[in-house]
């Protein structure tokens, strides 16, 4: 029994430590070059997993190949559920509506309309020219996405919240 008394203080605090990483954060790290210039590589991040998704956030998903998770990826959120999203000369419409797109690197290359689902979104890199995304890999449906990130942990010169340039 006193062996009990003394374990218990750490079984619950490894169990809280289990759950906060579960369930609401965990770190990341960036790889590749498909969001630079906001991320260069490398970096470590805070991964969200509680909270709304909106236009503009940075995400990771899971890249699913032929019914597996064959990747992860981190991409910004462009198209919302039951939107139509097209990219014409090089402009990006919502529902007809050109977009403001001030994170692309590059071009964006044209891609025919997508209506998305009640369940789904359309994900693009901010290096456009290199970045695996929507236009390649289609809509990535919402149970897929891990959660979203905007905290720089590492490189210490890094640290902080990543600010969004549309507010």
Known sequence: MKILKEILPYAIILLVVFLIRTFLVTPIKVNG????DTLSGNEIMLLYRIGEIERYDMVVADLIVDGKKDDTLIKRIYGLPGETIKCENGVIYINDHKIEDPYATNETSDFEAVTLGDDEYFLLGDNRSISLDSRIIG??????????????????????????EIE
Do not use: C, L
């Open 33 to 36: 070059q498909s969001m630079y």
């Open 139 to 164: 809509p990535v449906k919402e149970k897929d996405i891990e959660g979203r990130t905007d905290f720089v942990i590492f490189p210490f010169d890094k640290f902080g919240v990543i600010k969004s």
